[in-house]
């Protein structure tokens, strides 16, 4: 059983910055690929990034592609979203996932889930 905790949340203006991070505990987090997916009210939750178990392949919708970066920190059992130039369509909640399989987008086979953290972009 992994357990995900997310944090950095928040309200922040279109043009500025926000870092999420997805705390893990409970089994050896290198064994376990990443990945963020977000839900905006009214929408179905969707693929943001992905990135396996060393960091050495990473994955991102086209919609936050060259704005988001996720890396890790497999000493600290932590992984990352950096989200500049954030939007207003990027208002969500953003939940992170984890599994032994690098499965990218593929929101379905993602066997752990965070409770998630509020992103509000303002215009």
């Known amino acids: 059983q992994v357990q995900l905790v997310e944090s950095g949340g928040g309200l922040v203006q279109a043009g500025g910055s926000l870092r999420l991070s997805c705390a893990a505990s409970?089994?050896?987090?290198?064994?376990?690929?990443m990945g963020w997916f977000r839900q905006a009210p009214g929408k179905e939750r969707e693929f943001v990034a992905s990135i396996s178990r060393g960091g050495g392949t990473t994955g991102y919708s086209d919609s936050v592609k060259g704005r988001f970066t996720i890396s890790r920190d497999n000493a600290k059992n932590t992984a990352y979203l950096q989200m500049n130039s954030l939007k207003p369509e990027d208002t969500a909640v953003y939940y992170c996932a984890a599994d032994n399989i690098y499965y990218a987008g593929r929101e379905a086979a993602y066997a752990y889930w965070g409770q998630g953290t509020q992103v509000t972009v303002s215009s």
């Open positions: 409970g089994r050896t987090f290198s064994n376990y690929a």
